[in-house]
């Protein structure tokens, strides 16, 4: 029963936990929108080439949290990455999760 709830609402994440670990937060959004705000240390990675990218990501063996700016992009490039075997996350909006790992 509890594993059908997570499924339905979503596992809670400690992205701060994750992070602490080695993830990688990778920014989907254009480099414009990265440009003019983003998470320190994060890594421009646009949505549309995020699927040429999956073997350089999953070689270096470390989770990924996908950012944008509102997740919705995030949540597509998590389900890229997800699909090429890499432990993605979906982080949601960037200055959300900013505040979250802060």
Sequence with gaps: M????KKLFG????????????ALIIDVRSPAEFKSGHIKGSTNIPVDKIKNKTQELQSKGKA?????????RSGMAKSILTSAGIKAYNG???????????
């Design 2 to 5: 509890l594993g059908f709830i």
């Design 11 to 22: 596992e809670s994440v400690d992205f701060k936990q994750l992070i602490s670990e080695g």
């Design 64 to 72: 990924i949290i996908t950012v944008c700016r509102s997740g919705s």
């Design 92 to 102: 949601g909006p960037w200055n959300s999760l900013q505040g979250k790992i802060r």
